[in-house]
């Protein structure tokens, strides 16, 4: 079992950064892939990034290539999300989920943490 809690959402105007963490609890957290993934109010989950477990393989979606940053610390158990140059079109329900490969399928979620970038 993994246990996975988001934090780091907030308002900042476009052009402006964030970072999320995702914490998680579980022995095995390690050896799991981790992923984030949005949801726009009126659109479907989406993905944004993942990395493996052993930090070798990362994937992101073309809509954030070049300005997100995917990257985990398995001493601290997390995994983090560094978003730059914020558009408004990335305001959604950021998630992070656990799974056993990059490309899925995703066992574990967190409940989600708001960002909103303003115009």
């Known amino acids: 079992q993994v246990q996975l809690v988001e934090s780091g959402g907030g308002l900042v105007q476009a052009g402006g950064s964030l970072r999320l963490s995702c914490a998680a609890s579980g022995r095995t957290f390690s050896r799991y892939a981790m992923g984030w993934f949005r949801q726009a109010p009126g659109k479907e989950r989406e993905f944004v990034a993942a990395i493996s477990w052993t930090r070798i393989t990362t994937n992101y979606a073309d809509a954030v290539k070049g300005r997100f940053t995917i990257s985990r610390d398995s001493a601290k158990n997390t995994v983090y999300l560094q978003m730059n140059s914020l558009k408004p079109e990335d305001t959604a329900v950021y998630y992070c989920?656990?799974?056993?490969?990059?490309?899925?399928?995703?066992?574990?979620w967190g409940q989600g943490t708001q960002v909103t970038v303003s115009s």
């Open positions: 989920a656990a799974g056993e490969r990059t490309l899925g399928p995703w066992d574990y």
